[in-house]
């Protein structure tokens, strides 16, 4: 047997395992249908109180549901966005006790009964909050995707005392991402907002 001949026939075998490919034989075990014998059941579902805007949500979730899911999908509160999924762009931002959180990394499931604030419970009735109508004022938004993270968080910059000045703003508000580029607008916005709650002296 020389070498030739061994290379021929691994080019007929090659050939012949193409060709049966390509003619639609699987010659690979179905491994989707092995690892669906394998998967894991589903966690039982967890019955959890969450408070949302001042009212106590009584929901069966199952327990890897986010926050932002939970507020959205189950208790239809549509005003925090998904964005990234990964707490970089802000979009899913709310209050929680008072304090800015990306709801797309908090587990529903230990967050119950802290305070949730969403974008739904800023207006009192009528009135808006005032970061909102500065917002509407200073033009903060463009395709406004992003309005409702951004404005949480500018809620919590301001109550941290972080609104001084338009660079410190920028600093605190880093953490929000707007692709319209409307910072301008939103710093502004900001910084009047803190000079009618008073959270900062003489602008």
């Not at 990306?102 to 970061?131: D, F, M, N, W, Y």
């Not at 004022?137 to 951004?150: I, K, L, V």
């Amino acid at each position: 047997m020389t070498s030739y001949d061994v290379t021929r026939r691994e080019l007929l075998a090659g050939t012949a395992v193409t060709g049966l490919a390509l003619a639609g034989v699987n010659l690979m075990p179905d491994f989707a249908a092995a690892a669906a014998q394998d998967e894991v059941p589903a966690p039982a579902p967890l019955d959890l109180v969450l408070r949302v805007n001042g009212t106590e949500q009584r929901l069966s979730l199952d327990p890897r549901t986010t926050l932002l899911d939970a507020l959205r999908e189950h208790l239809h509160l549509t005003g925090s966005k998904k964005g990234c999924g990964l707490g970089q762009c802000g979009a899913c931002t709310v209050l929680m006790d008072g304090k800015r959180v990306k709801s797309c990394l908090s587990l529903a499931a230990l967050v119950e009964r802290r305070e949730i604030t969403t974008i739904e419970g800023l207006a009192q009735g009528e009135e808006l909050h005032p970061l909102q109508a500065a917002f509407i004022e200073r033009d903060g938004f463009q395709c406004g995707y992003c309005t409702s993270g951004q404005i949480m968080a500018g809620i919590a910059c301001i109550n941290e005392g972080h609104a001084g000045s338009p660079e410190e703003i920028r600093e605190w508000m880093s953490g929000n991402i707007c692709r319209c580029g409307a910072y301008e607008g939103i710093v502004a916005a900001i910084q009047d907002a803190a000079r009618v709650t008073g959270a900062v002296q003489g602008g």
